[in-house]
């Protein structure tokens, strides 16, 4: 089979299935799905694009969007529990689900493998893994986060029975 697909279609389309079990999908644009993104089979890695999906259905550890470059994918978040299956690589699915009890809005992610270069040198006790969220526009997000790493993403200090704090840096 073929082993990548690239996505060369008007920017903005009604729905979009990705059911490719042999390879993975890329864009070559910025894309934003106006109904429905079905992730039934496959990657999407977005390289330097972003990816609007005004729903989503599907999305686990065998099909997600890959955050590979500074592209981020990008959904609305109203109310409920919204799950973001994005992993920093086509090995490795790091999902985020973030519930918005403030203001409507739309919140991009990207995930990154490694901590932030800025933190204390003390990395050994960070997961080694950066979210970034982006919210469309400012104020008004009361948000519930919750990120998921394997325990090979752990630093070799990590106490998983500690405290845990997200930081903005």
Do not use: C, H
């Not at 409920?80 to 973030?98: D, E, F, S």
């Amino acid at each position: 089979g073929v082993s990548i697909i690239t996505m060369s279609v008007a920017n903005n389309i009604d729905k979009l299935i990705i059911n490719n079990t042999n390879s993975t999908v890329t864009l070559d644009a910025n894309m934003q799905v106006n109904s429905l993104l079905t992730l039934t089979a496959g990657k999407v890695p977005l390289g330097a694009f972003n990816l609007f999906a005004l729903g989503l259905s599907g999305g686990n550890s065998t099909n997600y969007i890959v955050t590979n470059g500074t592209g981020s994918f990008k959904r609305p978040s109203t109310g409920a529990a919204v799950t973001y299956p994005v992993g920093p690589l086509t090995t490795k699915y790091n999902p985020l689900i973030i519930t918005n009890t403030g203001t409507a809005d739309n919140y991009s992610v990207n995930v990154v493998s490694g901590a932030p270069v800025n933190l204390p040198s003390a990395t050994a006790f960070y997961v080694q893994d950066t979210w970034t969220i982006a919210e469309d526009v400012a104020n008004g997000s009361n948000l519930t986060v919750n990120v998921q790493w394997a325990t090979a993403d752990e630093g070799g200090s990590f106490v998983r029975a500690g405290s845990l704090f997200l930081g903005r840096y």
